[in-house]
């Protein structure tokens, strides 16, 4: 009888080994090894970090030429004192590696095509889908060749080596107990770091601030409306912009370039039509900065301000810091994954920046000799075109491979083999031409901001800055304020690029970058008898009396309220900054307003609906959290934007982009009678005040379910996260209670806002505020996970302590590590 319980035992015993140590899928996904998940010696119970954690301790380099040491705040922020510049980088690695290290990793792989190796092929291929879209964009490639200028400057290449040595310094030591929680569950190990990953972040951030674009949708619209229809639904500027540079400024110019003699027949007149699936940044990352001389601040001194909208990622995108070497002290926020502090300030100067909203990225129709795509026409003959074969690996899963062609252009991104991609029949492919993917050293530029002491080092830096263009804003302690739209653009014709272009010959090509002393910019001191401020929030620019055409995609509300603001303001102190980069006031909707209730037809309400109509109308266009007025607006709105348009847009299939919402607020206000306001599904002839009334009536249902689900207060409607990486609920901080929205200053989405906010006051002993959505930490189990978010959907700040020598028994020095070569 003993038997039986003996293989009873066995049976359950290699039944509960086979459970622990098969990769299991549940619900459609992949879980992590049980077993090794769970091991109380190497699984997720040893990412719990306890609230008392000590981050003491010594560490042996051998990369290092010196001592340094590393004290830690009570914020876990690192102060790094180091003997230079490359163990400064060196030690920097380190600690980004130690705190962010599957983070770094993680968007090198979204950067390079490599989602599907490790996360499988998703929901409808769309993990291999968007890995084949970054490789025939040419990442890699790119980064390639960004390594390559890198590390011809020999300073910028010792210290991405140093900063390599440090990252690769950690993880040699890494135990599997201690790897970052989403390794575990990916069930996945770090790889050796490299400068190519740096460069492949670097491409990563290019992407994200200059990869989004409207080529295929402006194609469709230019081929399905009318050119006076069009001209209505595009304009090429906004009424309202107040553009970055003053109206007025005067502009020289280089050589300005002349358009192809067949651009009436074969480009602005020709119809295409196309469809082409691509994941896009988000069209709203961008960004506010401004710098006040001293002119303007109860002070005298400069204040400088930046919050960068990016997305609201955890663990945060940014990783703050103070470095302090021989040569220079700096304080701000490095990007994991790339050495130096990016946006900040030294001991002399403060910058902050601003995404310069550009259109640096173009399509060319490709006309292949076959199916083959081995050649293409091009002045007049048949072209080789060179071909590689990209092997995606696919995490349980068949590798997929895609035969890439190039061309003269660059890479062809969409050819008959793209899933979603298809152009009404024809057989033809489209080539992108980026300036991203040219060699480049954006790096140095952060390598000089380190050091740099007056404007003339300011200048010398950004010259080598070319993708993405952005505003660099500037204020030193000497009194000056600049900022400079700082890239490498193309010299273009009138709407060059704004649609799809012919690839058949070198007519299209650029044909001239502008020069670098012809971008926009602006100059200031204490003695100016000007507005005493620079500014920039993604605006136009410049006005029509720039000689370079610019495109059209340029937000103007931001970029408007800043502007006003900070003319009507004198006297001005850090607090009064805070006040105006939390602003949750809505110019938009404060322009629009008026306009909908003189138009809407309130004897046709309900006493239900005059209700909602008398909420919307008390309100002070404030998006505060608790706000109704703002859910009514957004519903309103979008209601009237559809029923004006979707009559039209939808006797089409082809993907198109709609109107901007200045586009629509500008054509009302200047004629009631817009031809697009009129149904032409029906027979009668709608007024403006009818389609008003009507998107009102629709939009009560919309706020009646809101209000039954309790989300009628902006912040529950609007739903701010600041969400994983990996999109896991369990591992973000979902339903914040901030305000804001998209044409706030204070420019909070559901999943993107302000991902810093800082505020320098270049007093002689500086002094500045800062806050971002996350914590120093990307560990889940961390209390400095998520720490500062709280105070960010607050509108509160910390103040930032730059530390000195003289400060290592200073009572706010919690932790400290010392780095020694041995």
Same mark, same amino acid.
């Given at each position: ?487 490498? @653009? ?6 060059? /690029?704004?649609?799809?272009? +012919? &690839? =058949? ?5 650029? *044909? ?99 209700? @909602? ?6 309100? /002070?266009?404030?998006?505060? +959290? &608790? =706000? ?5 607006? *957004? ?188």
């Amino acid at each position: 009888m003993r038997i039986f319980p003996f293989f009873l035992s066995l049976f359950l015993t290699a039944g509960l080994i086979a459970l622990l140590c098969h990769q299991w899928t549940i619900g459609g996904k992949k879980a992590p090894v049980f077993g090794e998940f769970l091991s109380p010696q190497h699984g997720f119970w040893q990412n719990a970090e306890p609230a008392n954690e000590a981050f003491d301790g010594k560490v042996a380099l051998p990369g290092l030429s010196a001592k340094g040491d590393v004290y830690f705040d009570e914020h876990l922020i690192p102060h790094v004192f180091a003997a230079s510049r490359a163990d400064a980088c060196y030690i920097q690695g380190y600690l980004h590696a130690k705190f962010r290290l599957w983070q770094m990793e993680f968007q090198t792989f979204a950067a390079s095509g490599r989602l599907s190796e490790h996360l499988g092929a998703g929901p409808g291929n769309a993990y291999v889908t968007y890995d084949r879209g970054m490789r025939r964009l040419g990442m890699v490639t790119a980064a390639y060749a960004a390594v390559g200028e890198m590390e011809k400057n020999p300073a910028v290449k010792a210290d991405c080596d140093a900063y390599t040595a440090g990252v690769n310094a950690y993880i040699s030591q890494l135990k599997t107990s201690e790897l970052p929680l989403e390794y575990k569950l990916l069930n996945y190990a770090p790889e050796p770091w490299s400068n190519l990953k740096s460069a492949l972040f670097v491409k990563y951030m290019a992407y994200d601030l200059a990869g989004h674009d409207n080529d295929f949708e402006m194609t469709n619209a230019k081929s399905f409306f009318s050119k006076e229809d069009f001209a209505k639904l595009y304009p090429e500027v906004q009424d309202s912009v107040d553009p970055i540079i003053p109206k007025g400024t005067h502009f020289t110019s280089g050589i300005l370039p002349k358009p192809p003699a067949t651009v009436d027949s074969l480009y602005l007149n020709r119809p295409i039509t196309v469809t082409a699936a691509e994941s896009k940044p988000d069209k709203d990352n961008g960004s506010n900065n401004w710098a006040v001389s001293g002119k303007k601040t109860l002070s005298g001194r400069p204040i400088l301000c930046n919050d960068p909208h990016l997305s609201t990622n955890l663990p945060a995108i940014w990783y703050q810091m103070q470095i302090h070497t021989p040569d220079y002290n700096v304080y701000g926020v490095s990007f994991p994954g790339a050495p130096y502090v990016i946006i900040g300030f030294n001991d002399s100067c403060a910058w902050g920046i601003t995404n310069s909203e550009r259109d640096v990225r173009d399509y060319y129709a490709i006309k292949f000799k076959d199916d083959t795509r081995k050649e293409y026409w091009f002045n007049g003959k048949w072209k080789e075109a060179s071909q590689r074969v990209d092997t995606i690996l696919v995490r349980d899963g068949l590798p997929f491979y895609d035969t890439v062609a190039t061309t003269v252009f660059g890479p062809v991104m969409y050819d008959p083999s793209f899933a979603g991609f298809s152009d009404e029949g024809t057989t033809k492919s489209y080539a992108v031409h980026w300036a991203a993917a040219n060699p480049s050293n954006e790096i140095k530029t952060f390598q000089l901001f380190q050091s740099m002491k007056n404007y003339t080092d300011y200048k010398h830096a950004i010259d080598s800055f070319q993708c993405p263009g952005q505003n660099f804003a500037y204020a030193d302690k000497s009194g000056i304020v600049a900022i400079w739209q700082q890239g490498t @653009f193309p010299a273009k014709w009138k709407e060059q /690029g704004r649609f799809v272009m +012919p &690839g =058949e010959d070198s007519s299209y090509v650029w *044909q001239s970058n502008i020069l670098k002393e012809d971008n926009p910019m602006m100059l200031l001191d204490n003695t100016d008898p000007g507005r005493g401020f620079v500014s920039s929030a993604n605006q136009l620019p410049v006005d029509t009396s720039y000689p370079y055409y610019l495109g059209i995609d340029f937000p103007p509300y931001r970029g408007l309220i800043i502007n006003r603001r900070l003319n009507n303001l004198n006297s001005i102190t850090p607090a009064d900054m805070m006040s105006l980069q939390t602003s949750n006031f809505d110019i938009f909707a404060a322009m629009a307003k008026p306009l909908l209730l003189r138009h809407i037809q309130e004897e046709r309400l309900n006493p239900d609906e005059r209700n @909602f109509l008398g909420i919307f109308r008390n309100w /002070g266009c404030n998006n505060g +959290p &608790g =706000e109704v007025g703002p859910v009514i607006f *957004q519903y309103w709105w979008s209601h009237l934007t559809k029923d004006i348009f979707d009559d039209e847009f939808s006797k089409s299939s082809l993907n198109m982009m709609r109107p901007y919402e200045s586009t629509l607020l500008e054509a009302l206000e200047k004629d009631t009678g817009y031809s697009f306001i009129d149904n032409i599904n029906t027979p009668q002839k709608e007024t403006l005040g009818q389609v008003v009334t009507q998107a009102f009536l629709q939009s009560v249902p919309d706020l009646a379910a809101a209000s039954r689900e309790d989300r009628l207060t902006w912040a529950k409607n609007k739903d701010t996260w600041a969400r994983h990486l990996l999109r896991m609920p369990e591992l973000s901080r979902t339903h914040l209670p901030i305000g804001g929205g998209v044409h706030c200053i204070n420019a909070a989405k559901k999943y993107h806002g302000p991902s810093w906010r800082m505020i320098v006051h270049l007093t002689d002993k500086t002094e500045a505020y800062g806050v971002y959505p996350g914590g120093q930490s990307g560990n889940p189990g961390s209390p400095f996970y998520d720490n500062f978010v709280d105070k960010w959907a607050a509108g509160q700040y910390n103040a930032l302590w730059v530390m000195g020598p003289e400060d290592v028994k200073d009572k706010r020095v919690r932790w400290t590590v010392h780095f020694s070569n041995q």
